[in-house]
Structure formats: C-alpha cells, structure tokens
C-alpha cells in the first residue's frame, strides 16, 4: 500500500495551528526539527489524511493545511484503520505508528474557531525511528506492523498517597522490570489517585488509541472505601476473564491466607488483556509469579498469533 504526502507543516508553540513549509527534516528518536511536539515521547510526528480534511471543507469549513495542528498530510489510505506498529517509508525517513487519536482536554484554536476538530478522531502519531527530509509529493509506502513483535504492555499504579507524593511507588515500577526481563516493551507506567473515572479513562486510552496488548493495575482491589479498581476494570472489559484472577487469589493462597480478601479482576477490551494486581510489592512479585506462567500464551491466542488449546 502507497499514498503520497500533500503538505508538511510544523509549529513552534503547541496548541496552536502549524503552517505549511516546503520542507521538514525528521530526527531520530525526537521528531521534526524545530516543531514544538518534537520529543523523547510517543507523539513526536503527526498524520491526518486529506480525504479526511476535504470532508471537513465540504461542510464549509474553510481551513487551511495544518490547522488542526497535523504535521503530514496524506492521501490514499485511512490512517485510523491502520493498526499501531504500522510503519511508514518516506524517502530516507521511517516512522512508527504509536497511537491513534488523541484525547482533547484544551480545545484547540480551530475547535474555537468552527466548532470541531477532526484530529482527535482522524489523526494518527508516530515515533521517528530513521530520519531524513519530507516534502510535498514523497510517496509514503505503508509497511505492515510486524506480527512477531514484541508485545506491548503499560503497568498503572490506584495510590491517592503516591499520587500526592507522599508514598513511594514501588509496585507499578516493579511490574515493569518483570516485563521488560520477560521481553515485553513496556510503553507506559501511570501513577494516579484512587478515582475510578480516572481509571476507566486510562485504560480506555491505552486500549483504544495506544492499542497496548496487556495493561496490569496494582492496588485498588481491597476492602477500603476508595478500593475501586476492580469496578472500574469491569466497566471497560467487553469480556472478562475469571480464570486469572481466581489463579491469582488461588496462589497467594499459598502464601497468606490474607489473599481471599483481593477482589482483583480481570478482562478484555477488544485486543487488550487488563489484570487487576494486589497493592503490596510483594503481592505483586508473587502473582506476577504466577501470570507470567500464561500470559504469553494468552496474548497469542487473544491477538490470532496462535491456535487455542484444543483439538476436535
């Protein structure tokens, strides 16, 4: 697949509308030289397809390029059906889709000016993992997202203490070194107060537009008043998944009969598996222990790299 890119733009303040220049250069690892979202984050480089922006004009929208704040404009192909990892070659310059869609908390000015903005539900961002300059009229070869790639995984810490700095966060920190030894790319580690609103946003976020394959939630789950977290898993899994969490509980049974009181739970969100941990360093290293033993598998058959177990 193919397409050829319509305009580049960039800006020096964000939030603001970029302007079309004739030319970008792309840095590794940081974005585009001289743009204001240019970074060591996941959003160095943004996409929005024309045919996206022209339907925007044909309501009588008169925008100009780069006015929802995109930085590459593209024709002949929809970014938002394009999973994350998806590559784009462009000249000597090769970028990797890391999320779709964003999350608008501040309007930006051409939300102010018409009403709408169409980047967060049409644009795409990506990470620059070889650099080289961009133009009007390069083609773009879309390169598919490699399905032997490591999987994806982001660890969120529920402390309203460690939130406000006043308790060290150990555990969400400790999830992540597990996986990263196991071979997984951990994309993201959140420390957030006890807010299940707060939660179901994240995970929501991480499922949908980040497309990570496992999110792990440590702490949350007890008895306390504002131990939300298995709720606030509920309510985002299209399906759960029991088994996980009664093997959890099940094991750190063995280790202290305290384990039955965890309400961990534990569910799908279209492609992503969300497991809800204890709170307690060492009630992480020990279910995590036990995860590890299957969540590969689990992964494989959730994301069609692997057949189920069974046979007819």
Same mark, same amino acid.
């Given at each position: ?17 970029k ?8 840095v ?26 022209d ?88 390169? *598919? %997202?490699?399905? $032997?790639?490591?999987? /994806?995984?982001a ?6 203490? &460690? @939130?406000? !700095?006043? +308790? ?66 509920t ?10 969490? *009664? %093997?959890?509980? $099940?094991?750190?049974? /063995?280790?202290?009969?305290r384990a039955?009181?965890?309400? &961990? @739970?534990? !569910?799908? +969100? ?33 994301l ?9």
């Amino acid at each position: 697949m193919s397409g050829k890119v319509i305009a580049v733009c960039i800006s020096e303040r964000k939030g603001t509308q970029k302007k079309e220049v004739p030319s970008i250069k792309l840095v590794p690892e940081w974005g585009i030289e001289g743009d204001a979202h240019a970074g060591k984050w996941h959003r160095q480089v943004s996409l929005l397809a024309l045919e996206k922006i022209d339907e925007f004009r044909s309501k009588g929208a008169a925008v100009e390029n780069g006015a929802f704040g995109e930085n590459i404009i593209v024709e002949g192909f929809d970014l938002r059906t394009l999973p994350v990892g998806t590559r784009f070659r462009i000249g000597d310059a090769l970028l990797e889709l890391t999320q779709i869609g964003k999350e608008c908390h501040t309007h930006c000015a051409i939300y102010h000016q018409v009403g709408d903005c169409i980047m967060p539900r049409e644009g795409v961002f990506t990470v620059v993992l070889e650099g080289g300059e961009v133009k009007a009229g390069d083609t773009v070869e879309v390169i *598919e %997202a490699d399905p $032997a790639r490591p999987f /994806t995984a982001a660890w969120i810490t529920l402390s309203d203490k &460690g @939130a406000k !700095g006043e +308790r060290e966060d150990k555990s969400g920190p400790l999830i992540g070194s597990i996986l990263e030894e196991a071979g997984y790319d951990v994309v993201e580690g959140l420390l957030i107060p006890d807010e299940p609103e707060m939660l179901k946003a994240q995970l929501i976020r991480l499922a949908d537009q980040r497309q990570v394959n496992v999110i792990l939630t440590t702490g949350g789950t007890g008895f306390a008043p504002r131990d939300m977290t298995p709720e606030a898993t509920t309510e985002v899994c299209d399906r759960m998944a029991p088994g996980i969490a *009664e %093997a959890l509980r $099940a094991y750190s049974m /063995t280790k202290t009969p305290r384990a039955m009181l965890s309400r &961990g @739970a534990a !569910g799908i +969100r279209k492609q992503t598996l969300i497991v809800n941990l204890p709170g307690s360093p060492k009630a992480v290293s020990e279910c995590m222990e036990c995860l590890m033993t299957s969540l590969d598998h689990g992964l494989e058959i959730l994301l069609g790299r692997k057949a189920e177990c069974a046979r007819k």
